[in-house]
C-alpha cells in the first residue's frame, strides 16, 4: 500500500466534498494517506481525516463580482503564514512522513513540493480541464481562458498525471490527462429526486441584485441559502446552511439558480434539476461552466429578469434535455486511481520516469 499526501483546495467547498469521496476510497484500499488542506477545505475535513492546515489563497467577491484589489491585499496579509506552513508541511509531512506521491486538488504547497522532492504527482480536479483539455468559448473571452490557463499551470506545476473531472466533452492534448464523470458525494448518489413547487437559490451573501430580481417573480416560491439567516420575506425564504437540509431542497427543486460552481452544477445535472447558472464576474471557469451547461440544452445563464423569465418559461425543455444525462457514479475514477497507485506506486513512477506511457 501506498504513502499518500492529498492537498486538498480549500476555497469553498466543492473541493473538500470531491476529496471525501477520493479520501474515503484511498483508505478503504489500505493506503496512509495525509490531508494539507486550508479554510473552508480544512473546516469540512478535519473531524474526519488526518488535516494539517495551511495558508491559502482566497477570492473576495462582492454581488457575484470578484474583487481584485480587496483579493490580491487579502492574500498578501496571508504571506507570512504561507511561509511558515510551507516550511512546516515540508518537514512534517514530506520529510518525516515520507509519501510516495501526492495527490492535489488545486492545493499548490502540496504540488511545488512534490516537484522538489521528486515525487510523482496526480491532480484531481475539475480545473485541469482549461489545461489540457480543448473547449470553445466567445472570442471576448479568449484573455480570460490565457490567463486562467496560465495560473493553473503556476499552482499545479508539471503533473505526471491528470484525472479531470468534466460534464461536458473535449479533446485531450497529451496522454497522461484522462477524462472522468464529476465525482458526487455519496449523499447525492443515494438520492431520489422529487421535483416540487419551490426553486432552489444557492448564492454568495451580498448578491442583493438578484435578490430584488427574485422578488419580482411573486408567483414563484424561492428557498435561498448562501445569507446563514432564518427567515421570510415575501416569496424568499431564507435558510440556514445545513448539508442534509440542502439536499432535501435540492432533491424535491424543480429548478436551481444559483452561481456557476462545478460541484452544485454537476448535482442538478445527476439529479435531473434544471439549472439557471450566474457565472461569477471575472471568474473564467464558471463563465465556462455555464456556457456549456447552456449549449448542451441542460439550463441556461443570463443576467436579469428577462432571462430568468426565459429559462422558467423552458423548463420543460431542459427537463427533457437532462433525462438523457449520464447518471454515473464514481467507480470509472476510483478504479483508475487503483492502477495508479497499486504495488505501492509503481505503475505511477514507471509514468514519472517515462511520461510517454499512457495507462492502460
Same mark, same amino acid.
Given at each position: 500500500?501506498?504513502?499518500?499526501?492529498?492537498?486538498?483546495?480549500?476555497?469553498?467547498?466543492?473541493?473538500?466534498?470531491?476529496?471525501?469521496?477520493?479520501?474515503?476510497?484511498?483508505?478503504?484500499?489500505?493506503?496512509?494517506?495525509?490531508?494539507?488542506?486550508?479554510?473552508?477545505?480544512?473546516?469540512?475535513?478535519?473531524?474526519?481525516?488526518?488535516? &494539517?492546515?495551511?495558508?491559502?489563497?482566497?477570492?473576495?467577491?462582492?454581488?457575484?463580482?470578484?474583487?481584485?484589489?480587496? &483579493?490580491?491585499?487579502?492574500?498578501?496579509?496571508?504571506?507570512?503564514?504561507?511561509?511558515? +506552513?510551507?516550511?512546516?508541511?515540508?518537514?512534517?509531512?514530506?520529510?518525516?512522513?515520507?509519501?510516495?506521491?501526492?495527490?492535489?486538488?488545486?492545493?499548490? &504547497?502540496?504540488?511545488?513540493?512534490?516537484?522538489?522532492?521528486?515525487?510523482?504527482?496526480?491532480?484531481?480536479?475539475?480545473?485541469?480541464?482549461?489545461?489540457?483539455?480543448?473547449?470553445?468559448?466567445?472570442?471576448?473571452?479568449?484573455?480570460?481562458?490565457?490567463?486562467?490557463?496560465?495560473?493553473?499551470?503556476?499552482?499545479?506545476?508539471?503533473?505526471?498525471?491528470?484525472?479531470?473531472?468534466?460534464?461536458?466533452?473535449?479533446?485531450?492534448?497529451?496522454?497522461?490527462?484522462?477524462?472522468?464523470?464529476?465525482?458526487?458525494?455519496?449523499?447525492?448518489?443515494?438520492?431520489?429526486?422529487?421535483?416540487?413547487?419551490?426553486?432552489?437559490?444557492?448564492?454568495?451573501?451580498?448578491?442583493? @441584485?438578484?435578490?430584488?430580481?427574485?422578488?419580482?417573480?411573486?408567483?414563484?416560491?424561492?428557498?435561498?441559502?448562501?445569507?446563514?439567516?432564518?427567515?421570510?420575506?415575501?416569496?424568499?425564504?431564507?435558510? @440556514?446552511?445545513?448539508?442534509?437540509?440542502?439536499?432535501?431542497?435540492?432533491?424535491?427543486?424543480?429548478?436551481?439558480?444559483?452561481?456557476?460552481?462545478?460541484?452544485?452544477?454537476?448535482?442538478?445535472?445527476?439529479?435531473?434539476?434544471?439549472?439557471?447558472?450566474?457565472?461569477?464576474?471575472?471568474?473564467?471557469?464558471?463563465?465556462?461552466?455555464?456556457?456549456?451547461?447552456?449549449?448542451?440544452?441542460?439550463?441556461?445563464?443570463?443576467?436579469?429578469?428577462?432571462?430568468?423569465?426565459?429559462?422558467?418559461?423552458?423548463?420543460?425543455?431542459?427537463?427533457?434535455?437532462? +433525462?438523457?444525462?449520464?447518471?454515473?457514479?464514481?467507480?470509472?475514477?476510483?478504479?483508475?486511481?487503483?492502477?495508479?497507485?497499486?504495488?505501492?506506486?509503481?505503475?505511477?513512477?514507471?509514468?514519472?520516469?517515462?511520461?510517454?506511457?499512457?495507462?492502460?
Amino acid at each position: 500500500m501506498a504513502k499518500i499526501v492529498y492537498g486538498v483546495s480549500g476555497e469553498g467547498s466543492g473541493h473538500s466534498s470531491r476529496a471525501r469521496e477520493i479520501l474515503r476510497y484511498l483508505l478503504a484500499q489500505g493506503h496512509e494517506v495525509r490531508v494539507v488542506s486550508y479554510d473552508r477545505g480544512y473546516r469540512n475535513l478535519k473531524d474526519d481525516f488526518d488535516v &494539517t492546515e495551511v495558508a491559502g489563497l482566497k477570492i473576495v467577491s462582492k454581488n457575484n463580482k470578484v474583487s481584485p484589489l480587496i &483579493t490580491l491585499l487579502e492574500n498578501l496579509r496571508s504571506v507570512p503564514d504561507g511561509i511558515k +506552513s510551507f516550511r512546516r508541511v515540508r518537514k512534517t509531512l514530506f520529510k518525516q512522513f515520507a509519501p510516495d506521491c501526492v495527490i492535489t486538488d488545486f492545493e499548490p &504547497t502540496t504540488a511545488y513540493l512534490a516537484n522538489y522532492y521528486g515525487l510523482p504527482l496526480i491532480t484531481i480536479d475539475n480545473q485541469h480541464r482549461m489545461r489540457y483539455m480543448t473547449y470553445e468559448f466567445e472570442e471576448q473571452h479568449r484573455k480570460d481562458a490565457i490567463v486562467t490557463e496560465a495560473i493553473i499551470r503556476a499552482m499545479v506545476p508539471r503533473p505526471t498525471v491528470s484525472l479531470i473531472t468534466s460534464f461536458h466533452e473535449g479533446e485531450l492534448r497529451n496522454n497522461t490527462s484522462y477524462v472522468f464523470p464529476p465525482i458526487l458525494r455519496s449523499e447525492v448518489l443515494a438520492l431520489k429526486p422529487e421535483p416540487g413547487a419551490n426553486i432552489l437559490v444557492y448564492v454568495t451573501s451580498g448578491y442583493e @441584485s438578484l435578490l430584488s430580481t427574485l422578488a419580482g417573480f411573486t408567483r414563484e416560491q424561492f428557498v435561498v441559502y448562501g445569507y446563514n439567516k432564518g427567515e421570510r420575506h415575501g416569496n424568499l425564504l431564507y435558510k @440556514s446552511f445545513s448539508s442534509d437540509g440542502f439536499l432535501e431542497d435540492l432533491r424535491r427543486a424543480k429548478a436551481v439558480v444559483a452561481t456557476a460552481g462545478f460541484t452544485l452544477m454537476t448535482e442538478s445535472l445527476y439529479l435531473g434539476v434544471p439549472m439557471f447558472a450566474l457565472p461569477m464576474k471575472g471568474q473564467f471557469e464558471q463563465i465556462l461552466n455555464a456556457s456549456m451547461l447552456d449549449k448542451l440544452g441542460y439550463g441556461a445563464t443570463g443576467d436579469g429578469t428577462r432571462d430568468l423569465a426565459a429559462f422558467l418559461y423552458q423548463l420543460p425543455d431542459y427537463r427533457v434535455a437532462l +433525462s438523457s444525462y449520464p447518471r454515473l457514479g464514481n467507480e470509472q475514477i476510483t478504479t483508475f486511481l487503483g492502477k495508479l497507485l497499486q504495488d505501492d506506486c509503481r505503475y505511477l513512477r514507471e509514468i514519472y520516469t517515462q511520461p510517454d506511457l499512457a495507462v492502460q
